[in-house]
């Protein structure tokens, strides 16, 4: 039997700390196979997530740079959700395998930089004349469960007026945390060892900045603004 499409999210910039937390609640519902946390804070806010964080597999990422390493050997497209003009209308399933879906801070959307980690974009469309957008987790949600449509996820048992919740698939997630943080200080480690070896390297001049677009573009704005996932109210 084939294996069905896999689903990521990836949590760059959402600022809300209670959008996180029910955003994980959908991961859960829609089959998403692990959130991607880029971030430096050592523990994400998870408000809202109504004990579902007990069911959702999660990395967590300093750098932007390191997340897109990973998201490489997934063999996945990473799709934007924002209303850009290249975008298609998720009604029309225009998936294309495995996806790492990606979306923009709750007033800007996607910022220059991260649309350039993206291979293509999806939006909603809209019928009322009374609001720009959807709040970022409303229209994950959707695209989410389009994709879960779309690929083929078995529905799980109903039991009255709600599905089953099976224990049997309970993360323990404060191990997974512990296991996210040991592997995220073995990572900066290697990442300021690197960067002490470059130094010692180099024979004079300036050094150059990082590129403005791109994964080192979005890693330098966090470094010198000292934002962080759900810092925000």
Not at 109 to 137: M, P, R, W
Not at 140 to 149: A, N, Q, R
Request: glycine share 10%; hydrophobic share 35%.
């Amino acid at each position: 039997m084939t294996e069905k499409p896999k689903c990521r999210v990836m949590v760059h910039n959402v600022a809300k700390k209670g959008n996180i937390g029910m955003l994980m609640r959908s991961c859960c519902a829609f089959g998403v196979e692990e959130m991607l946390l880029v971030g430096s804070k050592k523990a994400f806010p998870s408000h809202g997530n109504q004990g579902t964080r007990s069911f959702v597999a999660s990395r967590r990422f300093d750098k932007m740079k390191e997340c897109m390493e990973y998201v490489r050997t997934t063999d996945s497209v990473v799709c934007g959700i924002e209303i850009v003009a290249a975008a298609e209308n998720v009604t029309s399933h225009p998936f294309r395998g495995n996806t790492v879906f990606v979306m923009g801070n709750e007033g800007q959307g996607l910022s220059e930089s991260e649309k350039e980690l993206c291979d293509h974009f999806v939006y909603i469309s809209q019928a009322g004349a009374g609001t720009a957008s959807l709040n970022v987790t409303v229209a994950s949600s959707i695209v989410l469960h389009h994709f879960m449509t779309w690929a083929g996820y078995s529905e799980q048992p109903r039991l009255g007026e709600k599905f089953v919740v099976d224990d049997a698939k309970r993360i323990d997630y404060r191990k997974r945390e512990a296991e996210n943080e040991a592997i995220r200080l073995q990572r900066k480690r290697a990442r300021e060892a690197k960067e002490a070896a470059a130094a010692e390297e180099a024979t004079g001049g300036a050094a150059g900045g990082p590129v403005e677009g791109g994964v080192d573009g979005l890693d330098a704005a966090l470094a010198a603004t000292g934002a962080e996932t759900g810092d925000s109210d």
